[in-house]
C-alpha cells in the first residue's frame, strides 16, 4: 500500500511564524506535490517537484516555498505565516509515467492566530 | 486553462437509492481524468482513472464512465458508508503546474438510513 505522511494533523501558529509542513512517501515517486483545500474553493495546486531539488510553482505559490532534498521527503514552508494561509494542506505524491494518479497524505490543518 | 465542475453540490440519498454525479470539464487535451472520494478531515483516497471517451471502471457499488467532455460517477443501490465527499480531478498537457491535477469542488453525498 502507498503510504503519504504528514508530520503534523494539526497546527496553530501566530502571525509572523516561519511554518514547516513535513511530507513523506515510502513508495519511491519521483513526483510530489503541496495542495491547500478551503470550503468553496477546492484543492488548489501550490507547489510540486518532480526529482530532488527540483522544483515547480503551481496555481497559488505566493507566500509559500519548498525544499526538497530527499526523494522522499517534501517540505512546504511559509516563511511568515498570514491569517489566509489557515487552511488543510495536502501533500501527494505519484509515478513520473503512468498511472498517472496522485496518493495524498491525511493533512495538516493549519490555524493561523 | 483547465475546468472541472462537478454537480450536484450536495445530494442526500435514501439507502438503495442509486443515482449519478456529475464532472463536466474543459481542457485542452486529457491525459486522464480521476475520481476520488474524500471522508471528513481526511485525505482524498483514489477510486478510478479514466483515459479516454467510452472507458469504464467499476469498484464494488461505484462505476465511473468517461465522455469527452464529461464523467460520471455511478452509485448503486448505495449504503450509509458511502457517505463522503466525491472529488473528480483532470490531469492536462495545458493543466496547472504540468503534472499537477485540477480539481472539481467535489458533490458531498449523504446516504440516509
Known amino acids: 500500500d502507498v503510504k503519504v505522511t504528514q508530520s503534523s494533523r494539526y497546527l496553530v501558529k501566530r502571525t509572523g511564524e516561519k511554518v514547516f509542513l513535513e511530507c513523506v512517501q515510502d513508495?519511491?515517486?519521483?513526483?510530489m506535490f503541496w495542495y491547500r483545500q478551503d470550503p468553496g474553493l477546492g484543492l488548489r495546486l501550490i507547489y510540486f517537484?518532480?526529482?530532488?531539488?527540483?522544483?515547480e510553482k503551481g496555481d497559488i505559490p505566493e507566500g509559500y516555498s519548498v525544499s526538497r532534498e530527499k526523494k522522499e521527503r517534501f517540505s512546504l514552508i511559509l516563511e511568515s505565516a498570514s491569517t489566509n494561509q489557515t487552511s488543510m494542506y495536502l501533500c501527494a505524491s505519484t509515478n513520473r509515467g503512468p498511472p498517472y494518479e496522485q496518493y495524498f497524505g491525511p493533512g495538516t490543518r493549519l490555524t493561523v492566530t | 486553462e483547465d475546468q472541472v465542475t462537478q454537480s450536484p453540490e450536495a445530494l442526500r440519498l435514501q439507502e438503495g437509492e442509486s443515482s449519478s454525479l456529475n464532472c463536466s470539464y474543459t481542457v485542452s487535451g486529457l491525459r486522464g481524468l480521476f475520481w476520488y472520494r474524500q471522508d471528513p478531515g481526511k485525505g482524498p483516497e483514489f477510486l478510478f482513472t479514466?483515459?479516454?471517451a467510452g472507458e469504464e471502471k467499476e469498484k464494488e457499488r461505484l462505476k465511473a464512465t468517461l465522455t469527452k467532455k464529461e464523467s460520471f460517477l455511478h452509485i448503486t443501490a448505495p449504503k450509509p458508508e458511502d457517505s463522503a465527499t466525491y472529488l473528480c480531478?483532470?490531469?492536462?498537457?495545458?493543466?496547472?503546474?504540468?503534472?499537477?491535477?485540477?480539481f472539481g469542488k467535489g458533490t458531498h453525498l449523504i446516504i440516509q438510513p
Open positions: 513508495m519511491d515517486h519521483e513526483n
Open positions: 480531478a483532470v490531469r492536462s498537457y495545458s493543466g496547472g503546474g504540468a503534472d499537477g491535477l485540477t
Open positions: 517537484s518532480y526529482d530532488v531539488k527540483m522544483k
Open positions: 479514466l483515459y479516454s
